[in-house]
């Protein structure tokens, strides 16, 4: 058995931030298969209502059915992106604050996995993921998966406490729930699965593989009903590693290990800064009208970064351009976090690694003469993706099962991955998961507990 973050020790295990259940699969009896069964089912089912929120308030917003979301944005002029998302931002806090004010959003999954106790509202974790699913899709620069994770884990959860499982078989329905709901939003059944491990479980072992495996396979399976049956990603032709890619992959994995700490401690910032009480009636009003401003001239800053990872992929524009979309969109999507609103993480860290490694294959092209391609951006958000979830296995599964066409370049991918997840990792043992705390391996104290949600 290989286990990862279960070491007596590691801080961020002793701090108990990861389960260890022990379970093995004689332990997992006839009942928990077939609520587990029920469990990916419901996730599959959950993100497809979810996507049908987002698409709805998306093409409501900018008044289109196909094509790109900021593209739509880019031709329905100015004003237009600037009032949507001014409204957007009041719709966020009207809807935060009367959800806080009458109870809360419906729990934290990784919060309750971990400590082993609580329990999460499956009608308040409904309506929150439709809230957090409005902002996304009116432009907040949040992910749209945060609400089809929470949603598939609060099924495990009600489904555990109606059927009356052990608590150690309850928690487990809860992790391969979360990841199932990933795994339906985004058609990847294997990083999904392995981000119930990494994420959620901090250890791999065949009594935990085989039901985050199954339930991920089943919500995927699932959720192709209305959600489409292929990569996320249009990859252009990736040529065999050269020398040159190789060599930038060795550099550029502790580059963005550094780059992945300081947005995580970011994020770490926003999550303890967040307005309380009638302040979150305004903040997201402010913060979101200001991004419409930027967006007038960066529409790619939109929503959860999708389009941005996609531009990047295909490489057509100048480092220029990669540079201003590098800073800010990590920037933009630290401040609608501040500003109290609730959404995912995941696409938008990947793609700030995407716009990083257009821009660095732009700069290492220059050094190393080449034509720059979709190579350099792959191995980047993989990398950053790695570095700030600290699970390198499920970084890197990610970006191969959402383009399906980089697996010739597994071994910069891989190296780079490696680079940045030591780094980061020497630097601050918190992820974008458990970055609500003190810092730890050394790094300077965080600023206090986060008070929000993912």
Not at 334 to 340: K, M, V
Request: glycine letters at 14%; a positive charge; charged letters at 10%.
């Amino acid at each position: 058995m290989s286990e990862a973050g279960s070491d007596p020790a590691d801080p961020a295990s002793a701090a108990g931030e990861q389960a260890n259940l022990g379970l093995r699969l004689a332990d997992l009896s006839i009942r928990f298969w077939g609520l587990l069964v029920v469990t990916g089912v419901a996730a599959g089912l959950g993100a497809m209502a979810m996507m049908g929120v987002l698409r709805a308030v998306e093409h409501a917003a900018f008044g289109y059915h196909s094509g790109g979301y900021s593209a739509a944005a880019a031709r329905s002029g100015d004003v237009r992106v600037v009032v949507v998302l001014a409204i957007g931002g009041l719709v966020t806090g009207v809807g935060l604050w009367l959800m806080r004010r009458s109870g809360g959003l419906g729990g934290e999954p990784t919060q309750v996995v971990w400590s082993g106790s609580g329990k999460l509202s499956l009608l308040r974790t409904l309506a929150s993921g439709a809230l957090s699913e409005v902002t996304v899709g009116m432009g907040a620069s949040l992910g749209r998966e945060g609400a089809p994770q929470h949603t598939g884990a609060a099924c495990g959860d009600a489904l555990g406490r109606w059927f009356r499982v052990p608590t150690q078989q309850r928690t487990l329905l809860i992790a391969c729930g979360a990841g199932a709901g990933l795994a339906a939003v985004y058609n990847v059944p294997l990083a999904g699965a392995l981000f119930t491990l990494e994420i959620y479980l901090g250890t791999v072992s065949i009594g935990l593989v085989l039901p985050a495996l199954l339930a991920a396979g089943i919500a995927t399976a699932v959720a192709w009903i209305t959600l489409p049956n292929h990569a996320v990603y249009s990859v252009p032709h990736v040529p065999n590693p050269t020398l040159a890619v190789m060599v930038f992959a060795v550099l550029i994995g502790p580059v963005i290990g550094l780059g992945s700490t300081v947005y995580l401690r970011s994020i770490a910032w926003a999550r303890s800064h967040q307005p309380k009480g009638r302040l979150l009636l305004v903040e997201p009003l402010v913060v979101f009208t200001l991004l419409g401003l930027l967006a007038v001239k960066y529409p790619l800053l939109l929503g959860n970064g999708i389009d941005l990872a996609q531009f990047a992929f295909v490489g057509t524009a100048g480092a220029v351009m990669f540079l201003a979309l590098t800073v800010l969109k990590p920037v933009v999507t630290t401040a609608c976090l501040r500003s109290g609103a609730y959404g995912g993480l995941f696409t938008p860290t990947l793609s700030f690694g995407a716009a990083l490694g257009a821009l660095a294959g732009h700069l290492w092209s220059a050094a190393w003469p080449g034509a720059p391609d979709a190579s350099y951006v792959a191995i980047a958000a993989a990398a950053m993706l790695a570095g700030a979830l600290k699970a390198p296995i499920t970084g890197t599964a990610f970006v191969l099962e959402l383009t399906r066409s980089t697996a010739g370049i597994m071994a910069p991918i891989v190296i780079a991955v490696v680079g940045a997840t030591l780094v980061a990792r020497h630097l601050d043992q918190r992820s974008l998961y458990t970055a609500h705390g003190p810092a730890v391996a050394g790094s300077p104290p965080d600023t206090g507990p986060d008070p929000g949600d993912r």
